[in-house]
């Protein structure tokens, strides 16, 4: 009898076990986004099937069901289109090609301008040039003369304008020029950096590296360290750098194995960190607030228009001083991931701008001056990397070329500017100034009849398609023509510098619409009312399938 008792304890305490175990992992599934991007493991496995396939004329034209009078239309205006790139952008694209062959980015970004289905066709007739000769205000030109109004930003490093890190690189480089590239010891400007990141961001300490990814890297390491627990969470579709920690799916060869990738702004992300004892730290890319779990926008998946942004700010405190209050709590590290953001919502960047203070952040881009670096900036406690009672316990950290003296001399400049006139000038209601300006462009938009839109949280925009479509990614070579330069992502992101006047931007609205309306007119809006974005995607299915099996 005794032993009886004792299997059906042993069997209970299994059943209970088990059950705890399956309703831990219950929180852990209801957490996650219910797209791909929530779910990296499954969208690397079908990301490996998907087969590689391309529309021949026939398709290519009339995917929407267009009539054969508009196939017509929309033939002759990608050969004119062809044309008149190969006429003004030649010098540029003869380069471009030359050197396509030797450097492997840019086989990758002339890759994926366009939907992979239309690349042989579209993507050879419309190529596009990769350098550029000179900046001027808010401008550059190319190496046959053309002038572009500069929307790139430089992927995030140009906040001031373009002469602004010229100075920049030539102040800072003037500074340290005695001392030269010596690595190791540190120029003295290095000691006056730390005491202005200290005070912008209300820490205690600061480590440098040669980049954002190294310093997410870093901040990361320190969590683990610190906690000694395993985990990372980080929010469906945020980016932050290329490691394959916090790049777990598509783009990642090596299967992730202590990175939660969850729902942002979900209660049942919460219920997961209060419950979970693995949890390191909580990675958070403020950019992520303009379009909250969908990963960053490029014109190469744009096949219908489902794209979606819309910035909520209130939204995001309420959301983030939630985040700060539980991992205050589980001893979490919450770490604001500013690499891209940092100082361009605020001097004091997403901190102060929403008014939640981390436990590290990390720097990058602008913060250099132009040149290339990263910064970790935390509390003490964070961010030791020995223990007393433990000498031969560390959390190693170097890099070569961090707190190189020219970085250092021109992110000292950079720092420097951040109380002058002019910059604070740039700052000064700038929201304000930016969400008019979203709003004056949407009404002319609107006016002009055309089925754009345009998102924005403060100077980052991305472009939105109102009407079912399978063509909207060609809006980017129209806008080029009108020149307006873009990055390799196309119209998911623009990335407007502070210094652009009323005058500047009224030129960019113009030559905006003018590029749609131009697009318009050459019928690839055509409007099928049967056509929906949930067709359009069940037709995409359908062709993989058939080409696949």
């Not at 419950?275 to 926008?297: E, F």
């Not at 008019?436 to 924005?456: E, I």
């Not at 070579?477 to 005058?503: C, K, M, P, Q």
Request: aromatic share 10%; glycine share 10%.
């Amino acid at each position: 009898m005794n032993e009886s008792m004792a299997w059906l304890a042993v069997g209970g305490g299994a059943l209970l076990y088990g059950a705890a175990r399956v309703k831990t992992r219950l929180e852990l599934s209801l957490a996650k986004h219910r797209s791909l991007t929530g779910h990296p493991r499954m969208a690397r496995r079908m990301a490996a099937q998907l087969p590689n396939y391309g529309y021949d004329e026939a398709q290519a034209f009339g995917l929407d069901g267009a009539p054969v009078e508009v196939m017509g239309l929309r033939k002759t205006a990608l050969a004119r289109l062809a044309a008149e790139y190969a006429s003004r952008f030649a010098h540029s694209l003869q380069l471009t090609r030359a050197a396509e062959g030797d450097i492997s980015d840019m086989q990758f970004i002339a890759a994926y301008k366009v939907p992979y289905q239309f690349r042989e066709l579209f993507g050879k007739a419309l190529k596009t040039g990769s350098f550029v000769q000179s900046t001027a205000g808010v401008t550059l030109t190319d190496m046959d003369g053309n002038v572009f109004y500069d929307l790139t930003g430089s992927y995030g490093v140009n906040l001031f304008g373009n002469d602004f890190y010229k100075d920049c690189i030539r102040q800072g480089s003037a500074m340290v020029a005695e001392l030269g590239p010596v690595l190791g010891s540190y120029h003295p400007v290095v000691a006056d950096n730390a005491q202005r990141l200290k005070a912008i961001s209300g820490m205690d300490e600061v480590s440098f590296h040669m980049s954002g990814t190294e310093a997410v890297m870093q901040a990361v390491r320190l969590a683990r360290y610190h906690t000694k627990r395993t985990h990372l969470l980080r929010f469906c579709g945020a980016y932050h750098g290329w490691w394959g920690d916090v790049q777990p799916g598509i783009g990642n060869p090596v299967t992730e194995r202590d990175t939660y990738t969850l729902k942002d702004m979900g209660e049942a992300t919460l219920r997961v960190l209060r419950k979970r004892k693995d949890i390191a730290c909580v990675l958070v890319n403020p950019l992520q607030a303009l379009h909250p779990n969908i990963g960053a926008p490029g014109d190469s998946s744009l096949l219908d228009s489902g794209r979606s942004a819309h910035f909520d700010r209130a939204a995001t405190t309420r959301w983030l001083k939630e985040l700060r209050q539980i991992c205050t709590e589980k001893n979490i590290a919450l770490i604001f991931d500013e690499v891209f953001v940092g100082f361009r919502l605020a001097p004091g960047g997403a901190q102060e701008y929403f008014g939640v203070q981390a436990d590290m952040v990390t720097y990058g881009k602008t913060l250099g001056g132009g040149l290339p670096v990263g910064v970790v900036c935390g509390q003490h406690a964070w961010m030791k990397r020995f223990r007393e009672e433990a000498p031969a316990d560390i959390c190693f950290a170097r890099g070569t070329f961090n707190a190189h003296p020219y970085v250092m001399g021109a992110m000292n400049v950079f720092l420097q500017s951040l109380n002058t006139a002019p910059v604070q000038a740039m700052y000064a209601g700038q929201d304000a100034r930016w969400d008019q300006r979203t709003t004056d462009l949407n009404q002319r938009l609107a006016a002009a009849g055309v089925p754009v839109q345009v998102a924005n949280m403060s100077s980052i925009w991305t472009v939105l398609y109102t009407q079912p479509a399978c063509y909207n990614w060609l809006l980017q070579h129209y806008l080029r023509l009108e020149g307006l330069a873009l990055s390799w992502v196309g119209t998911g992101r623009f990335i407007f510098s502070l210094n652009y006047s009323d005058a500047d931007f009224a030129a960019v609205a113009e030559r905006f619409v003018r590029a749609a309306q131009a697009m318009q007119a050459d019928g690839w809006w055509w409007h099928n009312p049967a056509l929906t974005n949930k067709g359009i995607k069940r037709r995409v299915l359908r062709e993989m399938l058939a080409q696949k099996f």
